[in-house]
């Protein structure tokens, strides 16, 4: 297997659980309601082969519904929080727990990797105060950041949502919409005036760049400091779509996972997903994160940027 113990490796697991206790009008996987069949004892192996790997990881484990609501999922986040070779744990959730329950959750974690990204729906979230005094709470002991859909019904009010969560200290990041509205297709459909209320409200350059301007990726450091890993074991460098070079598999008896020694081109002309194109060399050279959560990061020439107008975060050439 490849050695890499002088860098940290970014892990994308991503699993075919399906379950979910919202119906969210936006869901790119549909309204779950009932938990279908999935590859739990897959899923099982993976995260014991992730603990053997001779380097470093920070794992973001990815669902298709909501995260808590199965115990498999909830034991193999323990297991890599106290692996040895894990240094964060990425985890998403819809915050429809209570503080306490999610204490309970956590209950023999090593509570210093967690990193929460909850996601707010504002269709679904009966009551706004509740939501937001856990989201602060679990703030308080994890690394959080909060995002939201940025669904064309729910544009012109997404400016007054994000401030309420921002004025109660958390930070907020806007996903674009994937998938048909009316006939069209999105993000590619945001009209110039939707995009007026987008750009101001968008965690960064970098998110608005990619998710709504969709700006083609370029280098990426994908299967070079990162790789994805689904349920049948295969590695790939990103989960882009099966195009992605497979660079092992998980699942075999002897794992070898070879890692490209460099970046290298991306093949996609978008990368639509916020996991994957963090990844990219564009983002490493202005963004640096601040934490164990994926999403909290910052312009790394924020203070040129004050002193000299062209080097400011939405002026600069990206």
């Known amino acids: 297997m490849t050695q890499r113990n002088t860098q940290t490796i970014n892990v994308r697991l991503y699993t075919d659980f399906r379950a979910c206790n919202y119906s969210c009008p936006y869901c790119i996987d549909g ?10 004892d897959n899923f099982r192996l993976i995260i014991h082969r992730l603990t ?76 706004k105060k509740k939501w937001i005094r856990t989201a602060c709470r679990l703030k308080e002991k994890y690394d959080l950041a909060v995002v939201l859909v940025a669904y064309p019904p729910l544009i012109k009010v ?5 401030a ?34 987008l750009r101001p409200v968008f965690y960064s350059r970098h998110d608005y760049e990619f998710f709504v301007e969709l700006k083609r990726p370029g280098l990426c450091n994908a299967g070079y400091r990162s790789f994805f890993v689904d349920m049948s074991g295969l590695v790939r ?36 997903c916020d996991t994957e194109n963090i990844n990219t060399v564009i983002f490493e050279q202005h963004y640096q994160h601040i934490g164990r959560n994926q999403h909290r990061y910052v312009y790394r020439f924020q203070a040129q940027g004050k002193l000299t107008p062209t080097k400011d975060e939405w002026k600069i050439e990206y």
């Open 158 to 162: 997404l400016p007054e949502i994000k």
């Open 31 to 40: 309204h779950r309601h009932h938990e279908q069949q999935w590859q739990a």
């Open 52 to 127: 053997a790997l001779p380097y470093r990881i920070n794992v973001r484990i990815g669902v298709k519904g909501e995260f808590f609501l199965n115990q498999t999922l909830i034991e193999g986040a323990r297991i890599l929080s106290q692996a040895d070779n894990v240094c964060s744990l990425n985890l998403i959730t819809n915050l429809s727990f209570s503080y306490h329950q999610f204490q309970k959750f956590f209950r023999d974690f090593d509570q210093q990797k967690i990193a929460l990204v909850a996601s707010y729906h504002p269709t679904e979230v009966t009551d």
């Open 164 to 197: 309420e969560l921002v004025a109660q200290g958390l930070d907020v990041f806007i996903q674009a919409f994937i998938g048909d509205h009316h006939g069209q297709v999105y993000p590619a459909a945001y009209t110039a005036a939707e995009k007026k209320y």
């Open 237 to 272: 460098s990103c989960g882009m779509g099966t195009a992605s070079p497979v660079l092992g598999n998980l699942l075999s008896p002897n794992p070898d996972i070879q890692l490209f020694d460099s970046p290298r081109p991306c093949p996609n002309e978008t990368c639509l």
